[in-house]
């Protein structure tokens, strides 16, 4: 079983700071990961999906980048709402889905 | 504009059963897999069980294999989770998911809350 580690598992900023989000995998998934945010009460969204790509509607400071192993979401210019939990997903073994334990962007 | 609406959560005691559906509208069902997912009280996001669009071929997390089954109604555009030999580890939010033609879940229902305590 591939398991995923988030890093850190809290971060502190401020608005329109910029926040680098790491998750780091057991083995290769090649760029098979994805990224979501959940906001309190809601459900997660989709933000990135292949490492990289932007889902439809996500604003362009939303930015995923890595593969195979490393893997690194960064939001540029913080906005009140992307205070949230953050989730990667890989689907290596898809349709399973294994979930990172979440990087909480908590305002500082 | 895509929409999943789960229903079907409650208050069930231990070893009990319930029933979750998950009623889908704005894509072509029949062409995704879809996708269980849940969430214990505080905690992060675990998958539970996917379904192929023709809901010939089921798949589950160990946690949950022989106990819960996933099946789906193309006819009506809905899926279902049944959910057998309830725990008090199965408390959790249930939401569905659809997958991506990327292979990420694109869209999530709101998701229903399941609470299995004495």
């Known amino acids: 079983e591939i398991v995923l580690t988030q890093s850190p598992a809290t971060l502190s900023l401020s608005p329109g700071d910029r926040a680098t989000l790491s998750c780091r995998a057991s083995q290769s998934v090649g760029s098979s990961l994805a990224w979501y945010r959940q906001r309190p009460g809601q459900a997660p969204r989709l933000l990135i999906s292949?490492?990289?790509s932007r889902a439809t509607g996500i604003p362009p400071r939303f930015s995923g980048s890595g593969s195979g192993t490393d893997f690194s979401l960064t939001i540029s210019g913080l906005e009140p709402e992307d205070f949230a939990v953050y989730y990667c997903q890989h689907r290596r073994n898809w349709p399973r889905g294994t979930f990172g334990q979440g990087t909480k962007l908590e305002i500082k | 504009e895509v929409q999943l609406l789960e229903s079907g959560g409650g208050l069930v005691q231990p070893g009990g059963s319930l029933r979750l559906s998950c009623a889908a509208s704005g894509f072509t069902f029949t062409n995704y897999v879809m996708n269980w997912v849940r969430q214990a009280p505080g905690k992060g996001l675990e998958w539970v069980s996917g379904?192929?669009?023709?809901?010939?071929?089921?798949y589950y997390a160990d946690s949950v294999k022989g106990r819960f089954t996933i099946s789906r109604d193309n006819s009506n555009n809905t899926l279902y989770l049944q959910m057998n030999s309830l725990r008090a580890e199965d408390t959790a939010v249930y939401y569905c998911?659809?997958?991506?033609?990327?292979?990420?879940?694109?869209?999530w229902g709101q998701g229903t809350m399941v609470t299995v305590s004495s």
């Open positions: 379904l192929s669009g023709g809901g010939g071929v089921t």
């Open positions: 292949d490492a990289s």
């Open positions: 998911a659809k997958d991506s033609p990327h292979g990420a879940f694109d869209f």
